[in-house]
Structure formats: structure tokens, C-alpha cells
């Protein structure tokens, strides 16, 4: 049984998550779940066009600290995450959580030092998440993930007799931490997330990067990030 340290991410063009996974099961993984999503691509041209989002898939696996590694040198290098378009992959901490005040040493902070990057997590309704990217690019990121979803939950007055469930985005943007601030700000100031509906932002931190964009300028320089 694996001892879950870390949740995997990887974010590949549509049809490739299934090769990916049965990679990462040659490495070790236990399993992993397949969202469909759509990226963005950042193009005057493309816009005109109405031809700014990509298909996508992600692709999450829970791994050990060990595992994890693995992964992002097996998986970067069999699918060339280094090369532009070919996919990225991070990967989030995991903790159990504890009520045990001795294990405080293992709770996790945006401030550890361990951390370079951040994924932020925006949930809106569907259709605003053009306007989040937009936000996001604006503040200093490169750009970011959709994935399609729906809400659940319905007013305790309301008269219809069915459940409604209001289609909603969920855009990932994984940047550096400390841009990370500038650009939470922007999304909620500009798509107004202080009022009741608005949709919802949080961050988490990020352990561990594969196939991003300054991953590729280092590498080109011989360096390290």
C-alpha cells in the first residue's frame, strides 16, 4: 500500500492521459483519475479566431514522496514535458490531518521555503472563466487549465420541483509563489469573489514542477530553477 505524501498532477492533450497512466503504473502507481479540461493558448491571432482553448486532460495520481520523483523524471522524459506543448505536471503535498498538537511539525504552509510555486484554484460559473484566465494573465501568469463541473445545491424556498445544478469552471494557474499573491488578487477583485455567488478561490502549494515554461528556460541554460 502506497503512503500517500503527494497528489500528482499532469496535464497532457486530449487522448494522451490513458498512455500516461499506464506509464506511471510501470513506476509504481496503484491508479489515477482522468478529468477532461481545456487549456489556453496565448495568441492575438488565435483569439480572433476563436481559437484560444485547447483540449485537454488531467491526469491525478496519489504517490509517496518517492513515487512522486520518480514520476516527474520518468514522465517528463518519456512524454518530453520539456518541449512546448507536450504537457506540464506539478504536484501538491498531502497530509493527513491530525488533531494531535505534536504533529504540528507536519502541517502545511504557503511559507515553507521547500515551495517555489503555487496552484490557484478558481471556481466560477460557467462562462467566466475566459474572464479568470484574463485576469490571471493580467497579474503575471502565463496562463491556466479549465475544468468543466457543476454545482450542486438549491435555495430552501425554491418551488421547482427538480434539483438544479449550475454548470461551473474550475481554473487551475500554477505560477510562481511569489507571484502567487498579485495574481489571487486580481481574480477576486476583478470577477467581484467577495460577493455571495461570485465563486470561490483558494491556493494550495506546489512541491514539485515538470514541463513549465521557466522548467524549459533553465534547461536551455544549463541550470537549475
Known amino acids: 500500500m502506497i503512503s500517500i505524501e503527494t497528489l500528482f498532477f499532469t ?16 513506476c509504481g502507481a496503484t491508479g489515477g483519475t482522468i478529468l477532461l479540461g481545456e487549456g489556453t493558448v496565448q495568441s492575438k491571432l488565435l483569439d480572433i479566431m476563436g481559437m484560444t482553448e485547447t483540449r485537454k486532460e488531467i491526469l491525478i495520481i496519489p504517490a509517496s514522496g518517492e513515487l512522486d520523483a520518480t514520476l516527474h523524471e520518468i514522465l517528463s522524459d518519456t512524454f518530453k514535458f520539456s518541449k512546448r506543448n507536450k504537457g506540464i505536471a506539478f504536484s501538491v503535498p498531502f497530509r493527513r490531518w491530525t488533531l494531535d498538537a505534536s504533529e504540528q511539525e507536519h502541517n502545511i ?69 511569489d507571484k502567487a499573491a498579485a495574481i489571487r488578487e486580481r481574480i477576486f477583485s476583478d470577477l467581484e469573489l467577495d460577493k455571495p455567488g461570485n465563486g470561490i478561490i483558494f491556493t494550495l502549494p506546489v512541491s514539485n514542477t515538470s514541463g513549465l515554461v521557466e522548467n524549459r528556460i533553465q534547461e536551455r541554460k544549463g541550470g537549475t530553477p
Not at 497532457?12 to 510501470?26: D, S, T
Not at 491556466?144 to 425554491?158: K, M
Request: contains cysteine.
Open 109 to 177: 504552509s504557503l511559507d515553507d521555503d521547500r515551495f517555489s510555486h503555487c496552484c490557484l484554484f478558481t471556481i466560477v460559473d460557467k462562462g467566466r472563466s475566459k474572464d479568470c484566465i484574463t485576469s490571471a494573465r493580467a497579474a503575471g501568469a502565463r496562463g491556466g487549465t479549465v475544468i468543466r463541473g457543476h454545482g450542486a445545491g438549491v435555495p430552501a424556498d425554491s418551488y421547482f420541483p427538480l434539483a438544479i445544478e449550475p454548470q461551473k469552471d474550475t481554473v487551475l494557474v500554477i505560477t510562481r509563489k
Open 11 to 26: 496535464i497532457v492533450n486530449r487522448g494522451k492521459a490513458n498512455a500516461v497512466l499506464r506509464k506511471a503504473k510501470e
